[in-house]
């Protein structure tokens, strides 16, 4: 990449793929300023694939809501890795604390999308709506949302584990208990969060210690 790059040195994709390795390396420091280079050489191509690597690999939320908005100003509310921007906005600020914004934007981008749409956003989409209604004591209306997600992802062990805990605040402790032994089953049987870049990092609130 080295000499690529000092071939074309205003490639945003040459600088783009140096950073990658890097990233996969848990190099992250290490690896942002050559994506920093590809975003100031190509902004409508690669400000909303950094603010993901910020939201997925390198927990700096703050700086991933202010890249996807900036991004979104360039290109509406877009995809990158399969989600939209405002999905990548909601987790972090789940991740940050502020549920109810969190909880805001996803039910604002899932009424976008059944607009257009008569089937449910991606599980994922919906799995995180649940979590936000979670975390602010909501726990009917979350187990609704865990409970769509599971209609899609039938064996989706952290969906099954967060409305175990839902079950468990509304003194349902018996169904909570067959709820969270599969989702330790579904989990030990590789039934979790499947999203690619998940061999490289956790997912925001993926039950990873269901052993």
């Not at 934007?105 to 956003?121: G, I, Q, W």
Request: charged share 30%; net charge neutral; proline share 3%.
């Amino acid at each position: 990449m080295d000499k690529i790059i000092k071939d074309y040195p205003r490639s945003a994709y040459a600088w783009q793929q140096k950073a990658m390795p890097l990233f996969k390396q848990g190099k992250y420091e290490y690896a942002m300023p050559f994506l920093d280079k590809a975003v100031a050489l190509d902004p409508k191509g690669y400000l909303d694939y950094r603010a993901f690597m910020k939201c997925i690999f390198g927990k700096r939320y703050v700086e991933a809501i202010e890249d996807f908005k900036a991004a979104k100003k360039l290109s509406g509310n877009s995809y990158v890795m399969d989600h939209t921007y405002d999905f990548y906005i909601a987790i972090s600020y789940l991740q940050l604390g502020r549920f109810a914004e969190a909880e805001q934007v996803l039910e604002a981008d899932r009424k976008t999308h059944l607009a257009t749409s008569s089937v449910e956003p991606h599980f994922l989409d919906v799995f995180y709506l649940g979590i936000a209604k979670y975390e602010l004591g909501k726990y009917e209306e979350a187990i609704a949302q865990f409970d769509i997600s599971i209609g899609t992802y039938k064996e989706f062990s952290d969906a099954e584990y967060y409305k175990g805990l839902c079950l468990i605040k509304l003194g349902r402790n018996e169904e909570a208990d067959k709820l969270v032994q599969k989702a330790i089953t579904d989990y030990r049987n590789g039934y979790t969060i499947n999203e690619d870049n998940v061999i490289y990092e956790r997912y925001p609130y993926q039950a990873y210690f269901l052993k």
